[in-house]
């Protein structure tokens, strides 16, 4: 099986139009000032490489750095972490942080009798929790696309809560549509026994950016 690192993941689904973080690799400590000093802060560092698929989990995201010297520091603890647990990464992913906002998971999944299926619902570090995700048969249209968001228990945290202003739906519908629309990366794995998964796209009122990708099982 072929490991795809974060950044591949995030080189590809561009060509789909979907928006990802500004970033760069670096394959070790040394390295990730000289990256950072290409990128706006607050930055985010995070290790990548075959053993590191649920990251935070492993410590091997860092979020808030708020200088390249904060981010090269980070990287440093968690080669050390990550050695204490016998895993060495590959490198390091320095990217941009994206504004705090609603986070969603957009994914497929092959049904075995009726092919790939589209996945969206609520994100983020709470997914298993919430549970809150519909699907349906790709390639789906704009408008399943606007009525999976509707179906979502969780639908008005789009439409801003609590002082928040309402997200980018659009900008969401968008990135659903990269993923399962005609053409979509959905449509491109067929019938290939790939998971992929955006977890989380960072929804706002600005946009809708996917800050983390994952394709296994190629
Ligand atoms: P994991 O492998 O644990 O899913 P993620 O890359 O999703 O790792 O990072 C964990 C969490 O950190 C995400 O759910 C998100 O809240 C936050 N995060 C990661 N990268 C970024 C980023 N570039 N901008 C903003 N938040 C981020
Ligand atoms: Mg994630």
Redesign the pocket.
């Known amino acids: 099986m072929r490991f795809l690192a974060?950044h591949e993941v995030k080189a590809w689904i561009r060509g789909f139009g979907i928006a990802v973080?500004r970033?760069g690799t670096a394959p070790d400590p040394r390295a990730v000032e000289p990256v950072a000093s290409a990128l706006t802060p607050p930055l985010?560092v995070?290790a990548y490489g075959p053993g590191?698929?649920?990251?935070?989990?492993?410590g091997?995201?860092r979020?808030d750095l708020a200088t390249g010297a904060a981010a090269a520091e980070a990287a440093r603890e968690m080669l050390e972490t990550l050695a204490g647990h016998g895993i060495t990464p590959d490198g390091f992913l320095v990217?941009?942080?994206?504004?705090?906002g609603v986070?969603m998971i957009v994914g497929t999944v092959l049904d075995p009798a009726f092919g790939p299926v589209l996945l969206a619902g609520l994100?983020?570090?709470w997914t298993e929790v919430l549970r809150d995700t519909v699907l349906r048969l790709c390639p789906v249209t704009e408008a399943d696309a606007r009525s999976m968001l509707r179906e979502l228990r969780g639908a008005a945290l789009l439409d801003g809560s609590r002082g928040r202003p309402p997200v980018d739906r659009d900008a969401l519908v968008r990135v659903l549509l990269a993923v399962g629309g005609p053409g979509g990366v959905a449509e491109r794995l067929g019938e290939a026994p790939a998971e992929f998964e955006l977890?989380?796209v960072?929804c706002g009122p600005g946009g809708a950016?996917a800050?983390?990708a994952?394709l296994t099982g190629l």
């Open positions: 974060e973080p970033a985010v995070k590191l698929v649920h990251k935070s989990e492993a091997a995201v979020l990217e941009e942080q994206a504004e705090a986070e994100g983020g570090v977890n989380p960072v950016i800050v983390d994952r």
